[in-house]
């Protein structure tokens, strides 16, 4: 369906051809003087100079030429040359109407929808989740969920960091303590138990205990390279365990990602690609784009433009091992070949803005994407605590994912009852409960994604969780009044089919309405721009306008059916949306609160 933008502006371009100008320069912007009109045109200065008029003049000339508009209702010249307007009530209606009929709101599907890959997550194998895992979580699904909503096929993937000195680090520190463990028997042959000779809390122990140790114990640390090298070359025992270490690691992470509404198609990880990354590198030498330096590979990947240092990437340590930068470009490699995606995207801290800047060019450079594959890096801001430091503990430490959904849980909980207590209704404890954790991470969510994604932000828990303002709660809080108007409408007899939005009836009746108008080009938008905060800033715009109609309007004692049934439509409309909206930033709405 055609934006509504674009409709107004076909008709204000026709005006100009029809009074001699050109027509291109009748584009149509929303109005930035919104107490005088909805709309407007600068075409007229823009054309001033060509046809050496006034620009007064040929927005009058444009004007006169609009009065018998189907489209617009009032059109009128305004110095210096501004052509101000507003649309017809009936056009609106009618573009509501064909939007309410529309798949997706009149959202136009791609006429070639790109294959993408999405690499959001990160989280390493054996490591509780915490607070730093949460930015790339929220916004790499609303990105996965935009995309596949707008059309494209794409493909999420955890990309865990399951490889490595820290899988030896917890095999050696197992050994230290369980010697006998049947894995460390190098002569037995037999099937290895099927279950983990340890939980995940057990785990989550070991690990920092091993890291600790390696850091002050030399042997220690001998040890656990000798154990990464023995799993990497495939000692039976040491994969068994190291396959115990993942299968009860990733049934915590399965939980945990769960609980977040965050769902990944793809749980690969950096051991993925073990086994191809001594082809890569042989190439990478062979066509001679990595050379020798201080004992270490590396590959230039300066530019003449570049402003900035720009290190050459390494791609083997002098030790001869693989580093972080040879998985991730192996792992370039590997998804090329299996899924030949036109895009990759990486949603990473922005902190780790060279280094992909690196890979990137590195992955250029020797051919690893083709020459129109897209490499992206949406690079992350900080979430600070209020003091405006990272975010951490009251103790100072790094606080666990699980425990900060707690406390915004416990918070959101105390203000449901209270808002329960003041209106004067019973809600019983596992309701309660129950809808705490859906506003929650509605909280969580819509306070993080609400902020460009690059910037800081304050994780400020009394704000996130106000009922109130620029929040989540504040737009569940709309859809559970609006379901809750439409439920009475039902109980007082009405049906939600069979019915059509009219005509605007009063002001703030149109300006829901052609806020809801903007729809498909708002998720267009979002997408051409990877931006999940635009969505909040659209849905937080319908909630205003729908809250004043509300507010200005008695909707279901309305005498007059046809009135009555077409406010209900148009509600019925704007819930459908802000519901789909929420569904593509990761959360959802509860059916009260
Ligand atoms: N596991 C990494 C870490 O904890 C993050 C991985 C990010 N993704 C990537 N393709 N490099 O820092």
Not at 515 to 530: D, F, G, P, R, T
């Amino acid at each position: 369906m055609k934006k509504i933008l674009d409709l107004i502006s076909e008709e204000v371009e026709k005006a100009f051809a029809e009074a001699g100008y050109d027509a291109d320069l009748g584009r149509v912007t929303l109005s930035n003087r919104p107490d005088l009109c909805e709309y407007q045109c600068n075409g007229a200065m823009a054309g001033a100079k060509k046809y050496h008029k006034a620009p007064l003049t040929i927005a009058q000339d444009v004007a006169a030429k609009l009065g018998g508009s189907s489209v617009l209702s009032e059109v009128s010249a305004a110095a210096p040359g501004f052509l101000n307007m507003k649309v017809k009530e009936s056009f609106v209606g009618q573009y509501l109407r064909d939007m309410a009929a529309s798949e997706k709101f009149g959202l136009e599907m791609p006429e070639k929808p790109m294959k993408v890959i999405i690499d959001y997550g990160g989280p390493n194998i054996a490591k509780p989740l915490h607070v730093g895992h949460l930015r790339p979580a929220i916004i790499g699904e609303s990105v996965k969920r935009i995309y596949r909503y707008a059309g494209h096929d794409i493909i999420g993937d955890i990309h865990m960091g399951d490889w490595g000195l820290p899988m030896g680090l917890i095999i050696t520190e197992l050994r230290k303590r369980q010697p006998d463990l049947i894995y460390f028997d190098d002569s037995y042959e037999g099937e290895y138990p099927a279950d983990a000779p340890f939980t995940i809390s057990e785990l989550e122990e070991i690990y920092p205990t091993a890291s600790a140790r390696s850091k002050e114990d030399e042997a220690y640390k001998a040890d656990a390279m000798e154990a990464t090298y023995k799993l990497q070359s495939g000692v039976r025992g040491y994969r068994a365990l190291w396959k115990h270490i993942m299968d009860v690691s990733v049934a915590d992470l399965k939980k945990n990602y769960n609980d977040l509404d965050v769902e990944f198609d793809l749980w690969k990880g950096e051991s993925d690609v073990h086994e191809i990354i001594p082809d890569m590198v042989d190439r990478m030498k062979k066509d001679g784009f990595a050379y020798e330096s201080d004992g270490a590979w590396v590959v230039d990947v300066k530019e003449e433009t570049d402003t900035k240092e720009m290190p050459p990437c390494m791609i083997l340590k002098s030790d001869g091992a693989a580093l972080y930068n040879t998985t991730d470009l192996a792992t370039i490699e590997d998804r090329m070949k299996t899924y030949h995606p036109d895009r990759l995207i990486y949603v990473t801290d922005k902190r780790q803005d060279l280094y992909f800047e690196q890979i990137f060019r590195c992955a250029r450079k020797t051919k690893l994407v083709n020459e129109d594959t897209e490499l992206i890096h949406i690079g992350f801001g900080t979430m600070n605590g209020k003091d405006g430091k990272p975010f951490k503990t009251r103790e100072g430490g790094v606080m666990r994912l699980e425990n900060l959904i707690a406390e915004i849980n416990e918070e959101m909980l105390r203000k449901i009852r209270d808002n329960a207590e003041t209106k004067g209704y019973a809600v019983d404890d596992a309701e309660a409960e129950a809808t705490a954790k859906v506003v929650g991470l509605a909280a969580i969510k819509y306070g993080d994604l609400s902020n460009q994604a690059s910037k800081d932000y304050i994780f400020d828990m009394d704000r996130f969780t106000s009922f109130e303002g620029d929040t989540g709660p504040y737009i569940l809080y709309t859809i559970v009044r609006i379901k809750s108007i439409l439920g009475k409408y039902e109980e007082q007899g009405g049906k939600l089919t069979d019915i059509v939005i009219g005509e605007a009836q009063n002001e703030s009746e149109k300006a829901l309405m052609l806020e809801l108008a903007k729809a498909n080009a708002q998720l267009e938008a979002a997408c051409e721009e990877i931006a999940p905060h635009r969505i909040c800033a659209y849905i937080y715009d319908i909630a205003n306008a729908f809250n004043r109609f509300y507010h200005e309007t008695k909707i279901l004692t309305e005498e007059d059916d046809a009135v009555r049934s077409g406010w209900i439509a148009l509600l019925s409309l704007t819930v459908k949306l802000l519901e789909q909206c929420i569904d593509l930033l990761g959360f959802s709405a509860p059916d009260r609160m």
